[in-house]
């Protein structure tokens, strides 16, 4: 990768002066381009391997590629572990609170299967989190506990 960043000079060797940075960056990227023609290294340019331009591609391309191989994987398997311990630790504050308006079995049956379930929600959180070696001391303290 090669780049030229002088900024433009006239004539006599003094840097010109613009009216605003855009204007100068402008006409930086220009210069820049017209030195890699005149020392003949326009095959450089045409390949992508000259300028700021191809500079800031090709850094643009190894940002991407970093965030689709490194950062989301690692990213997202962090929130499932996340989700996983925050999934157990709700199951573990127990049964939703229920009213005991109706007496009758339909109510009790409903208060059986919330139990059930919570065991159930309780179990998958501990298996989950056996496979996640981060967090195996904390499930061998909850299982000892339970």
């Given at each position: 990768?090669?780049?030229?960043?002088?900024?433009?000079?006239?004539k006599?060797?003094?840097?010109?002066?613009?009216?605003?940075?855009?204007?100068?960056?402008?006409?930086?990227?220009?210069?820049?381009?017209?030195v890699?023609?005149?020392?003949?290294?326009?095959?450089?340019?045409?390949?992508?391997?000259?300028?700021?331009?191809?500079?800031?591609?090709?850094?643009?391309?190894?940002?991407?590629?970093?965030?689709?191989?490194?950062?989301?994987?690692?990213?997202?398997?962090?929130?499932?572990?996340?989700?996983?311990?925050?999934?157990?630790?709700?199951?573990?504050?127990?049964?939703?609170?229920?009213?005991?308006?109706d007496?009758?079995?339909?109510?009790?049956?409903?208060?059986?299967?919330?139990?059930?379930?919570?065991?159930?929600?309780?179990?998958?959180?501990?298996?989950?989190?056996?496979?996640?070696?981060?967090?195996?001391?904390?499930?061998?303290?909850?299982?000892?506990?339970?």
């Amino acid at each position: 990768m090669a780049t030229s960043n002088a900024p433009p000079e006239d004539k006599h060797g003094i840097v010109k002066v613009y009216a605003s940075n855009i204007q100068r960056l402008q006409a930086q990227a220009c210069a820049e381009v017209n030195v890699f023609k005149e020392i003949d290294l326009n095959e450089l340019l045409q390949d992508g391997f000259a300028s700021h331009s191809a500079l800031v591609t090709r850094l643009n391309c190894m940002y991407v590629d970093n965030l689709k191989t490194a950062w989301a994987p690692n990213t997202l398997r962090r929130l499932a572990v996340e989700q996983i311990k925050l999934d157990l630790n709700n199951n573990l504050l127990g049964i939703p609170f229920v009213t005991f308006e109706d007496t009758s079995d339909k109510g009790l049956t409903t208060v059986k299967a919330a139990i059930v379930q919570v065991n159930k929600n309780i179990r998958t959180s501990l298996i989950c989190l056996e496979s996640s070696k981060p967090v195996k001391l904390l499930t061998a303290n909850i299982t000892s506990s339970i």
